[in-house]
């Protein structure tokens, strides 16, 4: 059985999610405490091993299983002319995930990950949305479903990633529509487009979040986003019933995140934000949700490339907590 059927059984699951498990958080703060190293030294590795631990529910937790997912859709919102690229590099881009071409599969093979993609009716572009809500509920749910089933019962840390020419548009309308202000505040220009492009795309952007605006995160995600942007929403809230931690990508991928916190307070406590994108309105939007990046490497990929770059700070995090002797384990004298 599945474990939705409409945008309104999701919502009730999101509302049911399981929280840290915070005797293991406690036991984890305790142990970092005990080791071998200046209270603090290790900045932000300490805060992020033991919440990794309280989502594991263990004070000396290892990372295991990791999972690279990319979804990949198209948009027919790319009839606007807002990408610098043609709507077919979606389709091609899948086949280079296929055959192992792309930066994320070099990133998931240094990382230790597995990686899959997942593509979502590349012959069936969402509808404009400028013109007509992107998707109709059962395609959303569908997406959403997608999504949820990719992830693994055995994964211990989830990383999703997207592919979709066009999608930066589609996320700037999002952003819009959840947090208000001008297009032009969210609109960048993803692949590349130049001037004249961008002014197209933030009317575009402004257009379609006018046409859909709602007080419903979902809902906004059913209109203006793509079925890549829905499958990682339905992924990463999968993680969450599994208490798998997650590391958020890019733009593209915040602004799927953002739907579900937009729609449940605290949706995204088991998500850390893994870099900050060089797509102009991501720092924005990272400070919108109250999360602070990882890494800052003028990144402007997607792919979950900068999510799976930083699974190895996460990794080196978690090895330092439950690898490092005890002041008393080392024999060695605490401060
Ligand atoms: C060869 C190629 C590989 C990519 N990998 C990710 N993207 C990124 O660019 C797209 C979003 O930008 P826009 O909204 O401007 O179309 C997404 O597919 C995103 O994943 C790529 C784009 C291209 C061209
Ligand atoms: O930040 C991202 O995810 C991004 C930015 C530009 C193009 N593609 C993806």
Known sequence: MSAFSSLSEFR???????????????GAQERNGQLTKPPGALGRLEELAIWYGGWRGTDRPRVGKRQVIVFA??????????SAFPAEVTVQMVANFEHGGAAVNQLSRVAGAEMSVHALDLDTPTADFTKDAAMSEAEVVAALKTGWDAVDSDTELLVVGEMGIGNTTSAAAIATALFGGDASEWTGRGTGVDDTGLSNKTRVVSEGAALHASDDALEILRCLGGRELAAMA??????????????????????????????????????VAGHLSQEGAHGKLLAALDKTPLLSLDMRLGEGSGATLAINILVAAVECHSGMATFAEAGVAAG
Request: charged residues 10%; aromatic residues 2%; glycine residues 10%.
């Open 234 to 271: 339905g992924a990463i809230a999968s993680a969450r019933a599994k208490r798998i931690p997650v590391i958020m990508d890019g733009f593209i991928c915040t602004a799927a995140a953002a739907c579900l916190a937009q729609a449940q307070d605290g949706a995204l406590d088991h998500v």
């Open 12 to 26: 009730t699951l999101l509302a049911a999610m399981p929280s840290i498990d915070q005797n293991a958080m406690s």
């Open 73 to 82: 859709g198209n948009h027919g919102v790319t009839a606007q002319g807002v």
